[in-house]
């Protein structure tokens, strides 16, 4: 194994080679109690910044015994440390020449504290990260000695101030692993309460604005649960903790315009994972398998059952068995919410702002006009009693405009001015008062028809390329020749998820849909080798751009694909 040393002279001695010289310093180097990995150069100063990875071993990183006691505490700290990472690479990096010349990065993360690839601490202190360097040249000529400072002197200073316990800020530390440790003891704490969220006392939800999840600053009114429903739930660190609790059923959120209705759905949406101190919403949490659903017009759907929903259609299509390329809002609510069911989630969560009107409610008045055998239509209300009452699946709305779901609440909450009031005894009283005479439609639910995917039909290929993968944004992926729009997948929350549910879905071709299993079966097999092997096993080049993901948002990203088709019936 080489030396940093050696790394620097050997730099210097390639100034002003051609670009593609700089293959010659792929491998492993030994420096001050760590090993220094190139793992890939990049072809050109224009293209990807070059791979490195960097392996601390225990003693050299210093991590207290605390902070890895857990899986959660190990996430926690791996999650801290790559945020410093981040800053410190971001403070080393000058701009030193053409292309991504001089650029050092890792994964930034966001307002949640997922596992990612970027950083990993291992359970004897161990840490790993994955970052890239933006290797120096001038034109297409190297710069050595640019390129010498660069990964000798700045990577390894940015390296030892974030990755190495005795330059961290130790309270700091604890605090996040804190925070984090003690959302997860509420969340845990939720379904033998029965409970499927709780938000606490003083959290704030409002954030800047839709593009930036940071907290509001100014004029933000804390939360501030109703008596009826507060609970006090015990953490490890904040002691007794109270606050909403949602109970299981079905759940009303009701209220004006502008009074908090979505921004309290949005922060139970993101409740499935942690957040960082200072957030507001660090004890804001939801069970794990709550799934957001909306209408989401011109989206492909794949066979899937959505019989309870659409029955007979004039053209004659199988609802049991249901294809297209073009679904309008009702077919494609429809959708998500099978989807989401056939992957076992437990909570559904709806926004009647990004609803399809006509799948969330049919009026009396409606149903005296249209006869039930010209309507195909079972709206959402009389399905969300089943949904409870047979399959234990709750469901919490958001609803301004349909009182005619007072008649199938379990508790309803109105927001005012940003307080939540339970309101479920008034809206009771107001239902029997005034009666909306509709008809519950659509009879009794009748079990999914499940699926198998046709592995060839996730296809990534383009030309001459078996797989070509391009990640655009948060919801936007090339997946061969097709775009993936993810833009109603709303509770991917990193680019790098997005990432991951891209090459977890082609790893799943290859490795997880050749068998006789379901659809379910093969994405719980796609998790289950990422727990036991981590997230770089699904990309083929291990990068660091990845991030956990759930298997609703795996199974979001596939069933979106153009090209996806089923195998032979189950």
Not at 173 to 202: C, I, K
Not at 482 to 502: C, I, K, S, W, Y
Request: hydrophobic fraction near 45%; charge should be neutral; aromatic fraction near 6%.
């Amino acid at each position: 194994m080489k030396t940093l040393l050696a790394l620097a002279r050997d730099l210097r001695d390639l100034d002003g080679q051609g670009y593609p010289a700089y293959k010659g310093i792929r491998g492993r180097y030994d420096t001050a109690g760590y090993v220094l990995h190139v793992e890939h150069v990049q072809g050109d100063p224009f293209a990807d910044p070059s791979r490195i990875r960097v392996d601390v071993p225990p003693a050299t990183a210093g991590l207290p015994a605390w902070t890895v006691r857990t899986a959660a505490r190990r996430r926690a700290t791996a999650d801290f440390l790559n945020r410093r990472l981040a800053a410190a690479l971001r403070d080393a990096s000058r701009p030193l020449g053409s292309g991504n010349s001089g650029e050092l990065r890792v994964l930034r993360p966001g307002q949640e504290v997922l596992a990612r690839a970027s950083v990993e601490v291992d359970g004897d202190g161990a840490v790993r990260a994955r970052l890239r360097a933006g290797l120096p040249a001038r034109g297409r000529r190297i710069q050595g000695e640019a390129a010498a400072a660069l990964l000798t002197e700045s990577l390894p200073a940015a390296v030892e101030g974030a990755l190495f316990y005795a330059a961290l800020d130790p309270e700091a530390l604890r605090t996040h692993v804190e925070t984090v440790e003690d959302a997860v003891a509420l969340r845990e704490q939720l379904e033998p309460r029965g409970l499927v969220a709780f938000v606490a006392d003083g959290a704030a939800l409002p954030r800047r604005s839709g593009v930036d999840d940071r907290p509001l600053e100014a004029g933000v009114v804390p939360f501030d649960s109703p008596a009826a429903l507060r609970v006090v739930l015990p953490a490890p660190h904040a002691g007794e903790v109270a606050g909403m609790g949602v109970p299981r059923g079905v759940t009303l959120i009701v209220g004006g315009g502008y009074h908090g209705k979505s921004t309290l759905l949005r922060a139970l949406e993101r409740g499935i994972y942690d957040h960082v101190p200072g957030d507001g919403r660090e004890r804001v949490v939801t069970v794990r398998d709550a799934v957001k659903v909306r209408a989401e017009d011109g989206r492909r759907i794949a066979g899937v059952d959505i019989s309870n929903f659409i029955g007979a259609l004039p053209s004659g299509e199988d609802t049991r068995r249901f294809f297209t390329d073009n679904a309008s809002g009702s077919t494609s609510q429809a959708a998500a919410i099978v989807e989401a069911l056939e992957l076992g989630a437990g909570v559904l969560l709806l926004d009647e702002d990004t609803s399809a009107t006509n799948f969330m409610i049919r009026d009396a008045r409606m149903q005296a006009l249209i006869a039930d055998e010209h309507e195909p239509i079972t709206p959402f209300i009389d399905r969300a009693r089943q949904l409870q009452d047979e399959l234990a699946v709750s469901v919490v709305v958001v609803v301004g405009g349909s009182g005619d779901y007072f008649d199938v609440a379990d508790t309803v909450v109105a927001m005012r001015n940003y307080r939540p009031e339970e309101v479920t005894e008034q809206a009771r009283a107001v239902a029997a008062t005034l009666a909306t005479r509709r008809r519950p439609e659509g009879g009794a639910w009748r079990p999914l028809r499940g699926r198998r995917i046709d592995p060839a039909s996730i296809d990534a290929s383009r030309g001459k390329r078996a797989s070509a993968i391009r990640v655009r944004s948060l919801d936007r992926v090339d997946f061969g020749e097709h775009l993936v729009d993810l833009g109603a997948v709303e509770q991917l929350v990193e680019v790098a998820q997005t990432r991951a549910v891209a090459h977890a879905a082609e790893w799943a071709r290859d490795h997880a849909f050749q068998g006789t299993g379901g659809f379910p079966e093969a994405l719980a097999a796609v998790l289950a080798e990422v727990a036991r092997s981590g997230l770089p096993v699904v990309h083929p080049h291990a990068i660091g751009e990845l991030a956990e993901f759930r298997i609703f948002e795996l199974a979001a990203f596939l069933n979106r694909l153009r090209t996806l088709r089923l195998r032979e019936l189950p």
